[in-house]
């Protein structure tokens, strides 16, 4: 058990629709990042999070957002969604602003898009 | 912008081998990643490190900062060793600042019994 904890594991939903995949990240840890696994593209930076503040942008849609609250967790919104949106949805924490110390992952929330 | 390449793609070995699973990349770093995928999809950590080397249990990974190049190896390999294996970096390399991982495009290793 790494201690990110990510829900939903599982969510289907249909084309045009939004979602929000949640992330609590390690017990300490001020920094959360998002990923994306998609068959085609393999794993892919979204955006990152440091102790409330947007810190770094990587190929993050422009429909989609995220936020990092008070208490340290994270949403991921994905709207006006696409067939190619379906992948898996990793949220990783670390303790700095910075991968240089060790990141841990959460499960995943597995997004189909019908 | 790193780039990260991994080879091989996929390795096929049979049970008690060593395994060797190398990864290269293009701009120079201050941490290096080897990230382990199981088919269920989950991904754990096996090391981060950022110069010589690291073992825990039957995993070896060594890193050459000058040669901008890492290799993970397995000794007295496992079914259960059956995964993905991914090398990861920060995408500015080591300028400092935040920043998230570039992926190599992983290593699928089978172990046979």
């Known amino acids: 058990d790494s201690g990110v904890t990510q829900t939903p594991k599982h969510l289907i939903t249909a084309t045009g629709q939004r979602v929000t995949l949640r992330c609590s990240p390690r017990s300490g840890d001020l920094s959360v990042y998002w990923y994306q696994q998609s068959l085609d593209q393999g794993l892919q930076f979204l955006i990152q999070?440091?102790?409330?503040?947007?810190?770094a942008k990587g190929n993050i849609l422009e429909r989609f957002s995220a936020q990092q609250f008070p208490d340290l967790h994270s949403e991921l919104n994905l709207s006006s969604l696409e067939l190619g949106d379906s992948a898996l949805y990793f949220c990783a924490s670390s303790a700095g602003d910075y991968m240089n110390t060790e990141a841990f992952f959460g499960q995943g929330t597995r997004l189909t898009v019908v | 912008k790193n780039e990260v390449e991994q080879s091989p793609q996929n390795l096929t070995a049979q049970e008690g081998e060593f395994i060797t699973i190398n990864c290269s990349y293009s701009v120079g770093i201050s941490a290096l990643h080897w990230l382990q995928q199981h088919p269920g999809g989950g991904i754990v950590s096996l090391f981060m490190?950022?110069?010589g080397k690291k073992k825990h249990g039957r995993l070896i990974a060594t890193i050459n900062i000058q040669e901008k190049h890492s290799s993970l190896h397995i000794t007295a390999s496992h079914p259960r060793d059956s995964a993905v294996y991914i090398c990861a970096v920060p995408q500015g390399g080591s300028g400092g600042g935040a920043d998230g991982l570039t992926f190599g495009k992983g290593t699928h290793l089978i172990i046979q019994p």
């Open positions: 490190l950022s110069s």
């Open positions: 999070y440091y102790n409330g503040e947007e810190r």
